[in-house]
DNA sequence: GAGTTTTTTGCAACAGTATTGCATTATAAA
DNA sequence: TTTATAATGCAATACTGTTGCAAAAAACTC
């Protein structure tokens, strides 16, 4: 559906760019979130800073969020639908999978409420980040074991 | 208590250099996590990838242990007691002022109990990063503050 | 649709971050 | 003190991220 990224645009009073319609289809397909790097594996002619350009675009408008992992490497997901420009409501745990290197969002997993006044520190915002192994990682990991096994 | 650093060389069976003996007292001396551009500029002659894997000696041997804070840049702290070669045991939050920039360590502030198997995934680390403005930031503002009003 | 204005894009240049190989130097062991 | 071992600093390289500017594309006006 290429027009769901045309709507998307539309509504927040953005210019329906190339660039723009394939980034941002891409983030709506896919399954995990997006390094910079990512993307431009994707599309292999669209230029690095026109990317970062773009991300920033759409993180501003809360099109897509960022998603902290624990590496040094920012990823990118889309937003849930309550996002809106400067005000994104994106208060979920990321899962970064250690065996593949992929981040999923887990949006059924809230940050932690952590009381406002801490230690006398002033706390805004709290961040959760899970590492372990994806579900796909696993099915490999047991395929893996019972070839072993067989081969026993 | 330059000793210090030299006991806990010692004890890792680390050879005492002085690039070694120099950061890990400034380690020791700090209140905050240390970013390895904050090592750099405090002592301008040592080579950055000296530094690189002076760090990453240290992380190894349980001394030091990464403090994930949300930036993309890694910083480093002192380890608890407890921690050794390959098994750390810094199983807590840390804080990252929004204002100053600066990471610490919530020792007391243990990172959160999560399930090990959530949606299909192993879940083997959680990590929490609060973020806000830090006591010292505080004191700042407040005065800030009382300035404006004396001069209304 | 053609022409004009505005925005976006891609390139150049640059600063910062991180890693590896290797010769030199410092430390530890004999 | 001499020898063996390990750490350091330099060169080279790759990757990451930012800004200014001219060309190209999109939006707007007629
Ligand atoms: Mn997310
Ligand atoms: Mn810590
Ligand atoms: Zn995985
Ligand atoms: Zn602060």
Redesign the pocket.
């Known amino acids: 559906m290429a027009s769901n990224s045309i709507k998307i ?2 509504e927040n009073g ?7 319609k394939k ?1 941002l289809n891409l983030f709506i397909d896919s399954a995990c979130a997006l ?3 990512d993307i ?1 594996a994707a599309f292999s ?10 991300l ?2 759409f993180e501003n408008k809360g099109i897509i969020h960022k998603a902290v992992d624990g590496t ?3 990823k990118y997901a889309i937003c849930e639908a309550s996002c809106s420009e400067h005000k994104h409501e994106d208060d979920h745990a990321h899962f970064h999978c250690l065996s593949c290197g992929k981040t999923v969002c887990f949006e059924h997993v809230p940050n932690p409420a952590i009381p406002e006044l801490l230690n006398g520190y002033v706390v805004e915002e709290a961040t959760l980040i899970l590492s372990g192994t994806c579900k796909e990682c696993l099915v490999q990991k047991k395929s893996r074991i019972s070839i072993t096994e067989t081969l026993e």
């Open positions: 645009l539309e953005l210019s329906k760019t190339e660039v723009r980034v390094s910079l790097s431009e002619k669209i230029d690095r800073i026109t990317l970062y350009r773009t920033k675009t040094n490497h920012p």
